[in-house]
């Protein structure tokens, strides 16, 4: 069956950084896009950034972009977040999301104060 697990996220200072991993399984990981979505305590899902299949294609949020990148490892069934710049309001749990939107991991928790 198919299974995302993410895992990196953590408590850090704003201007700090953090990277969040992906694993993937149960599923043909290299022929499908994957994306990152988040939900901010008391809110809803916010999409963060997607990625194609073999990686020539990559999004942002405004919100996001110039500070985050999406990459993945094909050989690896990896998908990460490179978070850079973190600000308070990108606090929430980061989950990793097959393509199709059929499956969603259970998430990790970034939490960015001093």
């Known amino acids: 069956q198919v299974q995302l697990v993410e895992s990196g996220g953590g408590l850090v200072q704003p201007g700090g950084s953090l990277r969040l991993s992906c694993a993937a399984s149960?599923?043909?990981?290299?022929?499908?896009?994957m994306t990152w979505v988040r939900q901010a305590p008391g809110k809803g899902l916010d999409w963060v950034s997607s990625?194609?299949?073999?990686?020539?294609?990559?999004n942002y949020a405004d919100s996001v972009k110039g500070r985050f990148t999406i990459s993945r490892d094909n050989a690896k069934n990896r998908l990460y977040l490179q978070m850079n710049s973190l600000r308070p309001d990108d606090t929430a749990v980061y989950y990793c999301?097959?393509?199709?939107?059929?499956?969603w991991g259970n998430g990790t928790l970034v939490t960015v104060s001093s």
């Open positions: 149960g599923f043909s990981f290299s022929t499908y896009s």
């Open positions: 990625i194609s299949s073999e990686s020539s294609v990559t």
């Open positions: 999301a097959h393509g199709s939107g059929d499956y």
